[in-house]
């Protein structure tokens, strides 16, 4: 056989393929030849084939088949041999593979070589993938080794014990004596564990020694940080360390020459360890002060580190780092993608009531020019930071329309119900915040949630916004038809998602209590009525059935909804009713179809609130809910509004409401007629409606039945409400 | 503070070397390679040389046709291991004289026995450039002098 082709001809080979196909040939072809070679058992071209094996495994082939030969290798006795065979083990074993282990008898021999350097290879293996097995045997053998008055040796063996020590923690003290003889050592390095750093320390940076180890000025820098970050490590809860070693931090921060790369990376490493140790809040300011200067430096490598360290200790040093918001804000405009993220992370951190005006202008600015990958975060964060620190209402609600009209599809879905909720709290600015919405539907409608917050507020206040009742700005002059017109429009346009239509139909059906002409809205409620979409389908059979059936109640279900409590954001809850029998007059409610609360929503689900109406209203409590009633009277029916909310901090579940009154006996005894359960709105309001037929509800003792199923146990609420207001039963 | 790897591959996306200082299965150190990778060479000519993968910081820095790039831990100091990354560079090219790609791809496991006389572990061994290139030198005598024993190169 003829002797294989050596590794450079290879290389060369394979270099001039074309396609990925020919290079495939190539290596096959070579691949077998190396396999029958080493099935020939060649001592002399092992070597050879091993590399080849090498070089093919770095462009992705498989070369496991190459791992026993490179044991082999390990084993021979010449050094180009061992070299090759441990660069393969290195590369192709790993410690997962037992077939490592077979390694371990063959590093113990070299480690007790006569060769420098072939022990050094062994400690080189050892030292970067030797698994927890090999280093517990073999921790002896190195600990034997530290022992050596062979400098260029005793590093190898100090990062390979450190690498065991890494592996094997137990074995920590099998190495601490050795450790403290390094300690003295004037070579630099080993000075791995050492209460004489700050010494060492000193003496590097004051001396000029060693050009060898030179870094553009500064000597040794590895070292140095090296040394930093021991230091670090040990003051960490450590006050009396701490103390110690102020002042040489102190020293180096500022001693240190900034003009090149590798003075900043002392800087940063000193600014890290300050940050870390319990130093006082005079080394703290500084190392802020440093991280400061940092954010002004042209390198752009040196302004990320600086945004990234001032990220980690704004909670901590929050006064400090303020100082250099106006810095901060400019990074805004940095060109660099990975800058910017991070300045726009620190800019929310550091928004509060003092300067909200200011950062809100710049970050809107950025939500302006941003690339879309920033613009849900930002979005979300100018929506959080204006809740929590919003000057005036006018403010919040400018703001929020700002982001909608800007950003307005990226905005996150959840932020929906927390915008409305939002705008229903703000009582006094409903005309303006309408008009604008408004307004800003005329322009585009391609924003959902844009869109959908538009269409709930002029479903809610349309009334108001006909009317021209704006204070804030120049009220506009709208009709009814021009309104629908826009509502309708958003139903049959094509960019209007689903949940946008269900939105619209909503709005559009709430309208029919605000608006004179019903008509319009009655027709386009029976048309959706056979939509292809279930979605729509459904509400707009629900609402032709509340115009034909139940228009007596259309006026109770459809009025203003009243301000909600903030609660934590949760699902809705259907609950689906049926009519019982009338005697003795309890309506059951059906179960719900067990709506299984995602995880991640904690606490409050109905939530009952009282409708501050005039007189026509009242609640009771219950153990842990809300039952305000709202009795709207009728000339034949009168009709019981009941919103429900959950006051516990747990979810509910299963939740059944019944209703009942008793038999009296008097000419016309009351009878519940009707118990209408619609779906739950935002937040988890229950609204229900009792039709309750009866001319003496003054009188009326009416008995409700909670029962539901609260952290896993079924609960029972029994009430009794008698005391409905006589005044709106004339 | 140890480094996770240590990667060189040119600009077409060819892998010119890998160093592993954690184990890692072949198949996740693939996936490693590909997605650093990706990411890396589709940076715009002047950005930061540090970016933000999984959990781990990735820094590169581009040599010529050659991106040396290295993933370290959260504690670490990037700045400190640009100087890293350069010294490696500086000590490839007193070997080599004048480095350039094409040395590394003929000679790689030459570029692998130099790491490994700098770096043990992903942590910098030997901070001297002097004594890096005396111990080469003298490797590689001692595998030569075999060579010219045997009387045919090695490999």
Redesign the interface.
Known sequence: MPAPI???EL?RTI?TARTQAEEREMIQKECAAIRSSFREEDNTYR??NV??L??MH???YPAHFGQLECLKLIASQ???DK??GY?GAM?LL???QDVHLLMTNCIKNDLNHS?Q?VQ?LA??TL???G?SEMCRDLAGEVEKLLKTSNS?LR??VT??A??VI?KVPELMEMFLPATKNLLSEKN??ECELVPQLVRILKNLIMSGY?P??D?SGIS????Q??IL?LLRILGKSDDDSSEAMNDILAQVATNTETSK??G???L??TV?TIMDIKSESGLRVLAINILGRFLLNND??????ALTSLLKTVQTDHNAVQRHRSTIVDCLKD?????KRRAMELSFALVNGNNIRGMMKELLYFLDSCDPEFKADCASGVFLAAEKYAPSKRWHIDTIMRVLTTAGSYVRDDSVPNLIQLITNSVEMHAYTVQRLYKALLDDISQQPLVQVASWCIGEYGDLLVSGQCEEEEPIQVTEDEVLDVLEGLLVSNLSAAVTRGYSLTAIMKLSTRFSGVNRIKKVVSIYGSSIDVELQQRAVEYNALFKKYDHMRPALLERMPIMEKSASNGPTEIVQTNGETEPSVVDSKHPPPVSQPANQVGALLHLFLNLDLHDTFGMRSNSFDLFFRANPNPNVAVITIHASNSTEADMTDFVFQAAVPKVSRPNPAQIIKCLCFEVLIHGFGVFCVGLQCDFLFSLRMRIKLTYTLKGSPVQDLAEVNNFPPQSWQ | ?PMRFLLLFSRQG?????K??T???DREK?KVIRDVMALVLARPP???????WRDIKVVYKRYASLYFCTGLED?D????T???LH?YVELLDKYFGNVCELDI??N??KA??IL?EFL??G?????????VSV?ME??DT??ET??EYMNR???
């Not at chain 2, 060819?14 to 890998?18: A, E, G, M, S, T």
């Not at chain 2, 002047?46 to 933000?52: A, G, Y």
């Not at chain 2, 100091?77 to 400190?80: A, T, W």
Request: glycine share 4%; charged share 25%; net charge positive.
């Open positions: 050596r590794l450079r290389i270099r070597c050879r590399a080849k090498l070089y770095m462009l992705g010449k050094f180009t070299r090759i660069l590369l790993d410690e997962r060769t350097y050094g400690l080189c030292g970067c993938m698994s260029y590093k190898k990062l390979c450190v690498h890494r630099h390095g060693s060898e180890h870094v040794d820098p590895f070292l940080v090296r970050r790369n590798v900043n990376a002392i940063y490493e890290l752009k490598n040196i302004r990320y580190v060109l660099d993608v990975s800058i | 503070m060819k892998l010119r070397l890998q592993w200082f184990p890692l299965t693939k002047r950005s930061c040389n540090f970016l933000h504690q100091n990037e700045l400190l640009l100087e890293v010294r791809i003929f790689f496991e692998y026995y490994d043990m572990g942590e910098v061994l030997e901070t001297s450039k002097v004594a111990s003298n490797a001692l595998q075999m060579e190169p090695a490999f």
